[in-house]
Nanobody, 124 residues
Framework: QVQLVESGGGLVQAGGSLRLSCAAS????????MGWFRQAPGKEREFVAA????????YYKDSVKGRFTISRDNTKNTLYLQMNSLKPEDTAVYYC?????????????????WGQGTQVTVSS
């Protein structure tokens, strides 16, 4: 089992950057494939990015490719999402998630553990 805590959200102008962190307060992240999801008001939670546990293979939603970078530091038991060139449509609550698998998933239904979320607001 793993408990996840996100941080790093906030208010930023369009074109700006934020780095989100997801720390495991319990458990070892190296055993899990990790993902970032987001949920805007009135919309379903959607996949943003994921990284596998073993080889660090990364997978991104098309609209964030080239702007967002997912990474992990297993020595710090922490997952990151570096977000550059932010747009107003990136505004959402961002969640990290974990699944004990070596495979990348882009569906919310595949992930077993979730953080509480952190708000990202991008002003135009």
């Amino acid at each position: 089992q793993v408990q996840l805590v996100e941080s790093g959200g906030g208010l930023v102008q369009a074109g700006g950057s934020l780095r989100l962190s997801c720390a495991a307060s319990e458990g070892t992240l190296s055993r899990y494939t990790m993902g970032w999801f987001r949920q805007a008001p009135g919309k379903e939670r959607e996949f943003v990015a994921a990284i596998t546990r073993s080889f660090g293979i990364k997978y991104y939603k098309d609209s964030v490719k080239g702007r967002f970078t997912i990474s992990r530091d297993n020595t710090k038991n922490t997952l990151y999402l570096q977000m550059n060139s932010l747009k107003p449509e990136d505004t959402a609550v961002y969640y990290c998630a974990a699944v004990r698998s070596g495979v990348v998933y882009d569906s919310v239904h595949e992930y077993d553990y979730w953080g509480q979320g952190t708000q990202v607001t991008v002003s135009s």
